[in-house]
């Protein structure tokens, strides 16, 4: 990966001649594994792991154990983001197992299985903002109390966070679109089970603090972050139209580095932890284009 030259004069630059220059820089921030994701989910698995013989064991108190699990599971998503647009390893080469086994095993305690999350965040990217295409359309909300009301809304029995994925999935009605539905009843079915046996075993506190209640804050933050955020008010389509750059209260790190998701949207082979300096290096391309970048 090189350091992005200064750019020439963009106003003799037409569309055509803009998006050569665009891809140009985009490729500049390509290429490589991002060992800082893969270590990323490994670890934060094994922390989230950890924390059930900790607790159940009495070696770490509950009220320690519960705000961990909660960052744990909020955390868990995007290195499976990673691996569902391939960067980790593309298919073919020698460390594609790793990219598949990252995006299985990191969204463990969020319970989204990687054939799920894959799927519909490809639908997610070819509709962005579509209010009937887009799998991600029930975060849009006018504003973040509204979205806290409908996040809270939509995990009810048949809410929209539910029936927006399945009825994604049953769109595109491929067998691998069925298998993904059938992983995900078998994967609801296990978690229940495991909430069900830590109850009948006198764990019912400890499974809802170190699971259950941590799943739902998780949710509720990811949806906030990586999706109302970056694309609100979700009215526009269109490739520099439907995301916007965006300045967070808690920064770029509290906001999963989602300040600036409209390079993903743009160039989404680009690392997660390279896109601040991406988006700094397109900036002036991006302005050229009229994006939203709502003061970054």
Known sequence: MSTASPLPDLTTMDSKALMRLESEIAEQFMGGVPWGSVTWALTNLAV??????????????????????????ALSYLPSHEAQHDIIARPGTPLRWLNQLIGHVSTIPLLLPYSVAKLTHMEHHKHTNHPELDPDIHTKAENSLQFLINS???????????????????????????????????????????????????????????????????????GYYLSWAPHHPAKETGRYRDTRGFKSLVGNI???????????????????????????????????????????
């Not at 995990?155 to 029936?163: I, T």
């Open 152 to 222: 809270i809304a939509s995990r009810q029995p048949n809410g929209r966070s539910n029936r927006s994925y399945s009825e994604a999935l049953a769109r595109l009605g491929t067998p691998d679109a069925m298998r993904a539905q059938l992983e995900a009843l078998a994967i609801q079915l296990a978690y229940l089970a495991i909430l069900f046996t830590a109850a009948w075993t006198g764990h019912a506190i400890e499974a809802a603090l170190l699971w259950w209640l941590p799943k739902h804050l998780a949710q509720t933050y990811i």
């Open 48 to 73: 989230w792991l950890a924390l059930w013989p900790l607790t159940f064991m009495h070696i770490l108190p509950l009220w320690a154990a519960f705000p961990i699990a909660t960052a744990c599971v």
């Open 254 to 296: 509290g906001s999963m580095g989602m300040q600036f998701h409209i390079i993903h949207h743009l160039h989404p082979r680009i690392p997660l932890m390279r896109t601040p300096k991406a988006y700094w290096a397109m900036r002036p391309i991006l302005e050229a284009r009229k994006c939203d970048l709502s003061g970054l």
